[in-house]
């Protein structure tokens, strides 16, 4: 990207590293998911193993009590889980508009003042930017790799998209720039 300036990379930064967030968060619920789904097997094959000395009456009312503990255990990864996807999905979202509103503003400062002593640094910030945004891609992609191994199957991770840059978009980063 040869018109690629601080801001822009920066931003791409911080979406990498809320992917990598959000990737850890979805290996806490599908990890929460099958120690569920164990717990479930070996109550019932411990009920299995001890039917003859129970009861019909009992044996369901433990079945219940575990689909119950079970449920309760599930909603609770689902609520914690949740929120703190929309919690990491909201810093991303801020820190970016942060970013973004810091490069408007330096860009008004250099109007301003006629310096442009802010876009040098800023230009010259960019590779640096560039190469923490590869290791944080390798980040990104274990952390997805580590999902599908904890899910035991292809589970849903959030792994940063080639983004198409609208001439909106080019136009706006040019502006701030």
Do not use: C, H
Not at 154 to 176: G, I
């Amino acid at each position: 990207m040869p018109n690629r300036n601080l801001a822009a990379a920066t931003t791409d930064l911080i979406e990498s590293y809320g992917n990598t967030a959000k990737n850890v968060i979805n290996a806490y619920r599908v990890g929460g998911e099958r120690v569920i789904g164990f717990m479930d097997q070996r109550w019932e094959r411990a009920l299995e193993k001890n039917s003859s000395r129970l009861s019909a009456e009992v044996r369901g009312n433990a079945l219940s009590a575990q689909k119950t503990l079970s449920g309760y255990y599930a909603r609770g990864i689902n609520l914690t889980t949740n929120g703190a996807d929309a919690l990491v999905g909201k810093a991303v979202e801020l820190a970016a508009k942060g970013v973004q509103q810091a490069a408007a503003n330096a860009s008004q400062f250099e109007k301003k003042t006629g310096l442009t002593t802010l876009q040098n640094v800023a230009a010259a910030a960019v590779p640096a930017v560039d190469a923490v945004q590869k290791i944080a891609s390798s980040i990104e992609q274990r952390s997805g790799r580590l999902v599908n191994r904890i899910a035991g199957r292809k589970a849903a991770v959030k792994v940063a998209a080639a983004k198409r840059v609208t001439p909106f978009k080019r136009a706006r980063a040019r502006k701030s720039a």
